[in-house]
Nanobody, 122 residues
Framework: VQLQASGGGLVQAGGSLRLSCAASGRTFSSMGWFRQAPGKEREFVAA????????YYADSVKGRFTISRDNAKNTMYVQMNSLKPEDAGVYYCAAARLELPALVATHSADLWGRGTLVTVSS
């Protein structure tokens, strides 16, 4: 069982990127994205439940990021628009058997992907 994140890259401020996270081996109740900038702690970005009916976002990305998942492909996405330099960092996808609120509150996932680097130039 593993998570494979992809889609990171270099983008100018105001630009867009879409990250993908493919899960192999099983499905999970909750999946989410976290990020870590150099010298900072890992922070929550967005999360989604199995059906896609419930989503959570960090205040800093609300209105700019959209999380989604395609269970047929066992893949989660985050569409990131209007990127800012402060959005830069390594983005990690996570998957958990926890219900969504618990994942958001505890950052406690069963599985973490390796991360994909997002660089935003000003």
């Amino acid at each position: 069982v593993q998570l494979q994140a992809s889609g990171g890259g270099l983008v100018q401020a105001g630009g867009s990127l879409r990250l993908s996270c493919a899960a192999s081996g099983r499905t999970f109740s909750s999946m989410g994205w976290f990020r870590q900038a150099p010298g900072k702690e890992r922070e929550f970005v967005a999360a989604i439940n199995w059906s896609g009916s419930s989503t959570y976002y960090a205040d800093s990305v609300k209105g700019r990021f959209t999380i989604s998942r395609d269970n047929a492909k066992n893949t989660m996405y985050v569409q990131m628009n209007s990127l800012k330099p402060e959005d830069a960092g390594v983005y990690y996808c996570a998957a958990a058997r926890l219900e969504l609120p618990a994942l958001v509150a505890t950052h406690s996932a069963d599985l973490w992907g390796r991360g994909t680097l997002v660089t935003v130039s000003s």
